[in-house]
Nanobody, 122 residues
Framework: VQLQASGGGLVQAGGSLRLSCVAS???????MGWFRQAPGKEREFVAG????????NYADFVKGRFIVSRDNVKNTVFLQMNSLKPEDTAVYYC?????????????????WGQGTQVTVSS
């Protein structure tokens, strides 16, 4: 499976961006996740959605601001990011899990997109 992430860019604090991640083939049956990595920091879990789309999970630092969703017909996962802060600046990666349930451990995700840069100015 190849994952193509897009939608990143430069935005002012308080603004919004919507990331998309398209898979090269259907990824039904597995959870999808979004991670991010800032310079000098480890990759961290941001949000995840179960294979059905009915269950979501968020890191505490994005709760109430980000919304993750998926469209299995279009093989696409989305991350709506609102009320962005400068500390949200990072490269954002989408990933396909090996499991149907959401995990925060990146080692359980077997396929990764190339990443899309999000920069939030103050």
């Amino acid at each position: 499976v190849q994952l193509q992430a897009s939608g990143g860019g430069l935005v002012q604090a308080g603004g919004s961006l919507r990331l998309s991640c398209v898979a090269s083939r259907p990824f039904g049956g597995v959870a999808m996740g979004w991670f991010r990595q800032a310079p000098g920091k480890e990759r961290e879990f941001v949000a995840g959605v179960s294979w059905s789309g009915r269950t979501t999970n968020y890191a505490d630092f994005v709760k109430g601001r980000f919304i993750v969703s998926r469209d299995n017909v279009k093989n696409t996962v989305f991350l709506q990011m609102n009320s962005l802060k400068p500390e949200d600046t990072a490269v954002y990666y989408c990933a396909a899990s090996s499991l149907p349930v959401i995990t925060t451990n990146p080692q359980t995700y077997h396929y990764w997109g190339q990443g899309t840069q999000v920069t939030v100015s103050s």
